[in-house]
């Protein structure tokens, strides 16, 4: 197998490209597939004050690295959890890549500042852990970027995590959940600006990625995950991948390019409600809620201009 | 050959010299699903993995474990739990 851009012996190949590569040209792969992704989606600018997301697995510190090389102001996000061991091993990862980077490690411990952890959290509002897990990270993680005035949060969701949620809520069809699934996500009230950079890298990639790179991550899956209905949706997908590569890809990106827009009208009605909601909540006269930041309702007001021209010609 | 799974944990001992797809295949692992690691580097999957070598098979599906199947544990000659 050799690689196809210079035609040494490959390590790994990429089926649903066809191609197969070095460690040197896979690496610089899956830089060109990010970059592409913050491109196409208008992510963010080179000169943007960036949050990233960190858990201290595989996708999370690999965004981090991509955007650390390619010149990006990157600043790291860690949520302790209390989950036992599993917490202390993913911060370790976490903190011995920041320091050997001499990067900035935002703490945020959700024991000791909070006072509760995911599993305690989980039992006492009735929930299965990762739906608590999701809530509580959301919620800080949204609080850390917005009290760190930063222009953007950055999420390690990668092609398989978009594939498995996508492929649920098409089994459920989530119209509202559909809507919301999109690489970039507007800041709305109280919300920063959210993007997926990865969306273009499969699990294999950003894992093959941080092998080659010599980025330690936590490879024990956290012990409360087990069972997660996304596992077995990934499960799935990987089964048809295996006998027809690019299923997955072309199952996303197809949704993005033909099929997202038809569900943003529950997203905008949803999103609207929540903003008249708030601006009742704070008392705020809706005139003075347009006047909002200008970051905070660009992209949105861009995104709901562009869907009212479409709904008005017909489309 | 060794063959160290990672999540669950477990140690196989196989037959080589075998090719890394054979590997795969012999585990009931899907390709998709893993990476197979030899002295730190990642070995593609027409690599000849001799009976002399030690690979670990990392999975790399974030939120969970994969189970290897054991339903064709012809060429596995012996293999050994760990607590993980």
């Given amino acids: 197998m050799k690689c196809v851009v210079c035609r040494e012996p490959a390590v790994i190949d990429v089926r649903r490209a066809n191609s197969n590569f070095c460690q040197d040209h896979f690496v610089r792969f899956c830089l060109e597939q990010m970059s592409r992704a913050v491109r196409e989606f208008d992510m963010f600018s080179p000169e943007a004050k960036i949050l990233v997301a960190v858990s201290g697995g595989k996708d999370s510190l690999a965004v981090w690295d991509m955007l650390q090389r390619s010149g990006y102001q990157a600043d790291g996000l860690y949520l302790g959890l209390g989950i036992t061991d599993y917490s202390d091993t993913s911060a370790h990862f976490a903190r011995t890549f920041a320091t050997a980077r001499d990067l900035k490690l935002i703490e945020v411990d959700l024991p000791t500042e909070y006072g509760y952890d995911i599993p305690t959290g989980a039992r006492t509002a009735g929930r299965v852990p990762c739906s608590a897990c999701g809530t509580s990270k959301r919620h800080l993680f949204d609080k850390a970027a917005l009290d760190g005035s930063y222009d953007v949060l950055v999420t390690g969701h990668n092609l398989d995590d978009e594939a498995a949620v996508l492929f649920g809520n098409v089994l459920r069809w989530q119209t509202e959940y559909l809507a919301r699934q999109m690489p970039v996500l507007s800041a709305w009230l109280g919300f920063p600006e959210k993007v997926k950079p990865l969306i273009r890298l499969s699990e294999r990639d950003t894992a093959a990625d941080c092998v080659i790179s010599g980025i330690d991550y936590i490879i024990d899956e956290c012990p409360m995950s087990s069972g997660n209905k996304h596992l077995r949706y990934k499960k799935a997908l990987n089964s048809i991948e295996l006998v027809s590569p690019g299923t997955k890809f072309d199952f996303y990106s197809g949704f993005l390019r033909k099929d997202s827009h038809l569900f943003r009208t529950a997203y905008f009605e949803h999103t609207e409600n929540h903003a008249t909601a708030e601006r009742s909540r704070h008392a705020i006269p809706a005139e003075v809620s347009h006047a909002q930041p200008v970051r905070i309702a660009t992209r949105a007001e861009r995104s709901t201009s562009s869907l009212h021209a479409e709904l008005e010609a017909g489309q | ?84």
């Fill in chain 2, 1 to 84: 050959m060794i063959v160290r799974v990672r999540n669950p944990h477990s140690e196989i001992q196989m037959p080589g010299p075998a090719l890394v797809s054979v590997i795969l295949e012999r585990l009931g692992i899907n390709r998709e699903s893993v990476l197979v690691i030899r002295n730190g580097m990642i070995v593609a999957g027409d690599e000849r993995i001799e009976d002399s070598d030690e690979v670990e098979v990392r999975p790399v599906i974030s939120g969970g474990a994969f189970e290897v199947d054991s339903t064709d544990t012809s060429q596995v000659m012996s293999r050994k739990r760990f607590e993980s």
